[in-house]
């Protein structure tokens, strides 16, 4: 996901046609594929997101143990190298027991939506495994894709391309924030000065390039573009992720990402289903959305005077919110405050 | 009475409140030189605030480090060896400092309480400025430099998400030394240079020359 030439971009568009028609050989209908430019605005915060990826396998799960699961596709090579990183994402349940009051009798583990970094894998057919940072738990036949996870450098390149501001420093340069256990770290591309360059933590000029550094699954990136430059376009090429997002959060800031190429309303959304809902925003899980690098905050007023539903943090008893747009290509801050810890964005229009 | 204790109450909630946040900053664009453009800074101290007095008074009493100590607001400092990027003369720092209602030589950090708006006589929103000296002790440094970012300002405490400050003498402005006249050490690009703090007389040797210029013109007369 990065504009480079247009023989790259010709390119790409050709392979990922080529690798939608492969894998959506198992779906009942082709995979969204397509393209959409993000544009990061210079002087200004935007919150992004990567709305399209590329799909490099798809199956069923065919066992389960701990970290490490097998699975039906067959993988020639290795996925988790750190210049090309590969998540697993499960799409599917396939034993629904054991799920809500109505249920039928008998057990399974709910995994979907779940994602995480691929840290190994081994190849062949009928013998591919891939072993995950964190433990998904799927049934066996649940769905699963693998995809490639973007860099800092194949998201932006490495030096970034014209329009983004470099710098000796981070002071100067335009900075891409990630979330870490719930704060938000700052990185920038160090292109002059003393010592080596590179993509840089922002607490590190001096320190050594972290290129390679992941945008993990779920998530976005949080972009404070500086005066100078001049707007920035990333394009995203591929499919769209299949099913919900479900995330692992804890209590801070959390960049989601937004994986979807349709736009749909907060509360067309369900994201409220998975938010701690007070009185009030002091009470309540948040999540900020961006528009014209203005960041406005939003929660669900699950209770007290003057009825439920999404509210702006600065007007708990003010109209209802519900209306606001979920844009593709914008990320969402979201906020963990109160209550169990977690984030799903479900899929607009198909759950 | 219940409202009173009400109120005392969210007061004191509100002037409690204190947000950890770092200042990020470096010189790795040029590095610091002495007055004599050559010789790279290898200790000293960088001050980090704001200052309660125009620029144009900075720059006027830049000889009276006293005047310029008594009208800064330290929010973050170093003081050692300046050796970031394994180079003499260059720094590189993340300085913890509290933000919210934290006050700075009476000066409040954030007077907008669980806002982002800037008011005026406080700390976020304003300029940052740095402050370099070759010594850790004010009235002891001979050189000096005063660069305030032309780009960042103090963080507001409410900003969603991020909280940290930035301080480039990249975008910097100079007060007192220059920027960019220096001789290259180790950035490929010229240094940013103190400047030379002036003597100023002691109190008691001007007023002896003060009676001494009288005597003279005393005597002058009676001749």
Known sequence: MKRTSSFFYFATLAFASLSSVASAQNLPVSRTAGVIDVSIPNNQTSLVSIPLVNIVASGTITSVSGSTLGISATLTGSISTAALPHAIKITSRDDQRGAGANAPAGSSTSAYGQTSQITANATGAGTSTVTTTAALTPNVGDEFVIFELETLATLFGAPPGAGWNSASSAGSADLVYLDNAGVLTAYFYRSSGAGSLGWKLATAASGAAVNNTVIPPNRGVYVQRRAGGSAFVLRSTGVALPGREQASVVAGFSIMNNPFTVSTTLVASGIQDSLSKGSGAGSSDIIYLENAGVLTGYFFKGSGAGGTGWRLTTAASGADQGGIVLTPGKAILYQERQGTAGFALPEPFAE | ?223
């Open chain 2, 1 to 223: 009475m219940k409202k009173t204790l009400l109120i005392i109450s969210f007061l004191a909630a509100s002037f409690s409140s204190v947000t950890a946040a770092t200042l990020i900053a470096d010189n790795g664009d040029s590095g610091f030189t002495l007055a004599d453009g050559a010789t790279a800074l290898s200790s000293g101290r960088v001050r980090f605030g704001i200052f309660v007095v125009s620029d144009s008074l900075v720059i006027s009493n830049a000889s009276n480090l006293s005047y310029l100590d008594t009208n800064f607001r330290e929010v973050a400092s170093y003081s050692g060896a300046f050796n970031g990027f394994a180079l003499p003369g260059f720094f590189e720092q993340n300085l913890t400092y509290a933000g919210g209602s934290t006050l700075y030589g009476g000066t409040q950090y954030d007077l907008s309480s669980a806002s982002t708006s800037n008011v005026a006589n406080d700390i976020a929103g304003s300029k940052i400025y740095m402050w370099a000296l070759d010594n850790a002790v004010v009235a002891n440094a001979t050189q000096q430099a005063i660069f305030f970012d032309n780009g960042n300002v103090w963080t507001d405490s409410d900003t969603v998400g991020v909280q940290d400050s930035f301080f480039s003498t990249a975008g910097a402005v100079a007060l007192v030394g220059s920027l960019g006249t220096g001789a290259d050490i180790g950035a490929n690009a010229p240094s940013h240079r103190l400047a030379t703090v002036a003597a100023i007389p002691e109190p008691s040797r001007a007023v002896l020359g003060l009676l001494g210029l009288g005597a003279l013109f005393f005597r002058r007369r009676r001749a």
